[in-house]
């Protein structure tokens, strides 16, 4: 079975798992006071261009969006989000259980249009009876999005300024930060900080075991932090381990060529299918791709291929995705282009 | 100035007040333990002719709610409920404050259509990642709806044959449920409580100080019930206070009677504004009325009379609401429709 | 049968019966946005000599405490209070389920020392551990304390600074605050705002039918505050209410003189106890009498007298509770003494 | 400088990374739907005899009680544990957090007395007022306990007696479950699997990486557990890393077997102790020993040996922890006697 399901089917860039191997038995504190993060932050401060940065290493993707949304909002505080945004659609509710409403605005493609975000923020306002509604106190975007779309430098930079119009904090969801910045042309690391007042950086996605660094870039971290992260069950004893891991990650830019091995990877597979007449769902250019295969063809493909459901696109046909990841070798994009050719006429 | 602004802006109905000031020097034991909260559970039992029913005094309609949901919900549970529906919009997140998402489907002048239910009730199940999302644990429609709209009694039949194929309680909030069911022309107190697994009948809106009786109708009572209230801050030390309302507006028919004002005097002021040419934002029987005025006429007009903001209709005309409620008098509507004449080519 | 179990068991003192029945076919707007609530707090803030005071009024103790605290806390704070503070026992978990521990230090006849708080603050921080703990971000005392004690201005001054010294908020319970200051011979309203950050005036058990002031003293409004309320499922469609009441107990010093009638008679009833050998359980100054009864004599004058039972004292007695109140008439005491005179030798 | 401070100051054991990096690069399904994770629950349930028992993996111990305490109770339930219990005392107010309060009773040496569980649920019932309180749902004990104490099989008979008698589940917290049963003359896995309703088998502080799995042991498991999972932001992508770990410690008896090596080395410290005439602050069978050394020694001590600040003893003195781990060398050993040498006449 060739494994294009998603890019957290393997476990860790060898590298990482060196790291990991070569520090096993070296005793250090724990819950994050140890050298190796220490390390490990001071390289992500650098690449991200931001010394004042303060980062903290979480296990997963669901728990840092929890965490770090809970801890910057008060109670009478929603956070808003495209409707197609992770945190509305596909965390099981874990903002709701903290108590604060997803604020859902459309997503285009999964991103926000800022003038939309405005419109919305501007009604809000204007209605006499807001002190009866849920407050806008912070605008969630994800880096890529949940469909693998990216924002151009402008377009952040457009959502930026409503936010700071309206005083709300910007953050990024960026679970695969990596294949965004790879996938940009006018993005780096350095842009993402500086736009947005909290982020994260995906390990889980993007050749860690697990983990999330999460950086508050504005001297904006909430009070008594690592109390708030023990109580959303968000502290790793061997917090270490995240920082070996991050630190191996940022190390001679590893994140970042791993990233664009799944962009180079996934655009092999982007020529393909449009010269051979796959019809594409929409169009993303990082290492999520969403075709539409009809139903008849999925019962053999699906055999062969392990790809992701994403939803029904009419009665005969079913959105697929297909997504590369930091581990996929150009092997296995050869076979699976291989089997793309008994469906191309096909659907 | 004349007040047509809502149903809760003046006191109580006369006869429920002096119940209050003839009991009001009695000793009893608090917290609904009295013979008050009896004798009114034992008429709205008849008059709902649900002889299980089990019946709880809360002060108020958000209350109510967040109470209900939550009492009956798991954690893993969200409440389906229109866009426009108050537990969505108007509560200030007080569902999402107890844990719960209110997941959202179209609402049509207010209400939910079975099919949309439906249909999303089927997608949920059919998708792969359902266990990654909330769980639909419950179908909150409102009666009337926060538009004044009423369900047929076929169309509730039918939303209730959804929530039983799929096993979900429906929970009907009545805080109107008197004008809903004056305006009605097909159903009953015992329809409501019949095709409810829960619903409450409001005495804020319609003739009580305060108060909202909850009715469990299926021996569905959640467990530790009074404690649950407590814990909501929703028990009321002096219970006896809701039971002696409660009493007074199930003593010969009351609550009927003054919902029946306000549907009638409702309906004089729509006949006049249908003959008179303003335009309605849409049609609804029971006490709301909602018109589109310009904002030109409504400088003036609001110096005369408070009527309900309700939102922007285009840059120069806006939806206000007019209410009746079961105090408004004929003499009142006199003048308010003396007042409308200046406006009614006007606009 | 004659009543001295609580404090709450009749309805309202007459003159705000008459106020309410005076008001009742007023229209104003809702949500505590009227003249009455306006009168009410110039009338408050008058008495508490604190012109910058901000009031808000809820409708009863539990939802109050629930929403003073949530309001004022952080996720990652804990509120200090006496183990048989209100909050800590009696509250059904309404403040845990509102996501705050409450941290718990000895009471002493219901009252927490200030050298015990120090100790346990100066130990927390101290303790290498702490921020794996939840953090104290509040004092919260009861005046008078469920045992009908009463601290001293002294004592309150040295609470107040421990709290000063680090930096936490003093909450004051009043729920029986009447009966409190009324009983006092050192403390005024002024005090109480002066030696509190946040305070309430009990309105349920002192004349009300329903209601409590929170008056925020320090400039220390929590933001947003109204939709907080909402959110908490407390603010009052009909606010009016709560301002016609609070404005008829603050007229002419409503308020005290009927506080000073529960002090009154329960002078009488104590002096009555002492001179018969009754057995006191502690010594309370305030409206609650707390005295040991055998079980056996309990069995006949139950059946005579309504009191609260308190707790097992011994296998054969009990600890029980005999509460007088704004409402209680000398006539009432005297049949009470008559009764008691058969217990005297009897126990 | 030595490390006797925890017994998660490591990684993990080489067997366990042996397994995560022979299966790193096999792609699997997320989530735990994997055959690693079969794998390792078929062996766990063949360990602890209990064939019917349903596991799930979390990744650490706050998260995991934080996920068994919420997911097991009603909103009305708080847990009851010893008031030095992890829940209580040292997870940062995780359980509250979630909406329930920790019901403490005194901890003897760490363990609850089982007629003192008795005690207090009797009173519980008997207290009139009892539906005002918060409701006992379920009983938390930790094997072994904070100060590396055990139960007797005895001793947890009669609790569970107690449980089943007010019909409570009894969970056991098994955060160092190895070196519990390692020191256990008269105890096995499968005895703790049918005293308890659900416990967890502690992975981070017995050889994992990271990682607890928990049992549901009577056919219990929570609804939708794996939403309710994923709500806590608990889920795993990368399930499987959990499954590799357990399956490995679940292989040929490695988890007692490298648990018996804390045992072991603890023992030879301990008798070094006796031998020598430290004070113990109490008597402990398992890996954490607790003696009472001078504050002065501490601060040459502290520049050799990293051991664990417990509390203060009194001005001179503190009570430290001195812990073994799987992982603990001989080699270590030797040096910390050798170490302890110098400070054995001297406090």
New interface residues.
Partial sequence: ?L?F??D?????H?SV?KA??E????????YGEDDFCRSAKEKIKKVIDCPNADIYFL??????N??VI??ML???D?VVAADTGHVA??????I??S????ITIPGHDGKIHAEELKSYLR?FY????H?????PGMVYISYPTEYGTIYSKNELETIRMVCQEYDLPLFIDGARLGYGLAAATDMTYADIAALSDVFYIGG??VGA??GEAVVFTKGNTP??V???I?????????G??LGVQFDALFTDDLYMKISQNAIDTAARIKTYLKENGFKFFLDSPTNQIFIVMCNKALESFSKEV?YG?W??YDEDHTVIRIATAW?TENQAVDQLLKILEKYKNNC
Same sequence: chains 1, 2, 3, 4.
């Fill in positions: 079975m494994y399901s998603c957290y089917a393997e476990g860790c060898p798992l990991l191997s520090t096993n038995l070296v005793s250090t504190p724990g296990v997963g993707g669901t728990q840092t929890q965490f809970d801890s008060g109670n009478f929603g659609a596909h965390e099981a509710g874990a709701e259980y108590g604060h409403k997803v009604d204007a209605d006499d009876n002190e009866h509604m849920v407050n889980t996605k075991m697990f009070k008594h690592i109390t708030q023990k109580q959303h069950g968000a502290l790793l004893a061997k270490r381990l392990a459901f939803e029904k581990s």
